[in-house]
């Protein structure tokens, strides 16, 4: 999923009629390391510079390479000090995850149009602890080494990336996810369940559905026929799954190891009887914060605003 913004690079630039001259900004496009160093020249020059690249970090092709051809230099040792430098710079703006789109305008006074995908974190946030790339369930092949290892979902591009911030990496949904008629997270509660770690596996599918103990044995599971582990052997058994993760926090209250969380009294009378889906509906309803709203109109306003208040 992209987010389409028009990034403020939007300079008029002012000329002085009899010299000519132009001040103003440049954007740079590529962040590799020519694109590093024109960036850095310029900003020296005292130009404000973006510098657009598509990847989560700079540095190009050469934070790939170990040597460097024909002295056989460190590539690391030269460019990381520019890829600091780059950083600091007050007049160098990176856009990391970016992409030129559009282009108008002309020499002086150019208008670009750049496509800004997310990190899917906080950035502001993000002290690069690395503590999310411990906690991370999921392993995927590493691009940056060429898929000869493998990485977190959730990672730096590289060791010594720049900007120093983590992102997710996100490939689309998975068919079982788009199947299934709560849209839950299915690879997600899976690999928890893988590392043992069946609470969060439950509360990750009562985001989406409320009832996972008893959809655990009674759903028609659509998502595993449209598993793409069926091009190998056999889908995962998704369901089952469910109801194993389900099954086991029940054994964890009954043994006392879990806790039920304290009973709240609802403010309002007993409500008649309702369709099981409006109460999926109105639980979906209360994690989004809607705070008067009836999906599909399946409960009339006054009704729904009751429903709401009690679950909440």
Request: charge should be positive; proline fraction near 7%.
């Amino acid at each position: 999923m992209e987010q389409w913004q028009p990034f403020p690079t939007t300079r008029v630039i002012r000329m002085n009629k009899s010299e000519r001259k132009l001040t103003g900004a440049v954007l740079v496009q590529g962040g590799g390391i020519a694109g590093i160093q024109a960036s850095l020249d310029l900003a020296d020059s005292g130009f404000k510079v973006y510098l657009v690249e598509r990847d989560a970090a700079i540095g190009g092709m050469m934070a790939h390479l170990d040597k460097t051809f024909p002295t056989g230099d460190c590539a690391t040792c030269i460019v990381s000090p520019k890829l600091v430098e780059c950083a600091r710079n007050i007049n160098i703006d990176i856009l990391t995850l970016s992409e030129l789109i559009g282009l108008e305008g002309e020499p002086g006074n150019f208008k670009a149009k750049i496509r800004v995908s997310p990190r899917y974190i906080d950035e502001d946030k993000c002290n690069a602890c690395s503590q999310c790339t411990d906690a991370c369930p999921v392993s995927v092949s590493n691009q940056f080494d060429r898929k000869l290892g493998t990485r977190k979902a959730i990672a730096k591009l590289y060791a010594q990336a720049t900007p120093n911030k983590f992102g997710i990496l996100k490939n689309g949904h998975a068919p079982c996810k788009v199947t299934c008629p709560a849209n839950i997270n299915v690879q997600g509660y899976v690999q928890l369940i893988k590392k043992k770690e069946y609470v969060k596996a439950v509360n990750l599918i009562r985001e989406r559905n409320p009832l996972s103990a008893i959809c655990g044995r009674v759903c028609t599971h659509p998502c595993e026929s449209e598993c793409t582990r069926n091009n190998i052997d056999s889908a995962v058994s998704i369901r089952l799954l469910k109801r194993f993760a389900s099954d086991r926090e029940m054994d964890m209250i009954k043994s006392g190891k879990l806790a039920l969380p304290e009973e709240k009294i609802p403010p309002v009378s007993p409500l008649p009887p309702i369709l099981l889906t409006g109460v999926m509906r109105l639980q979906f309803m209360r994690l989004q914060r809607v705070p008067e709203a009836c999906f599909d109109g399946a409960f009339p306003p006054t009704v729904c605003r009751k429903i709401y208040w009690t679950m909440k």
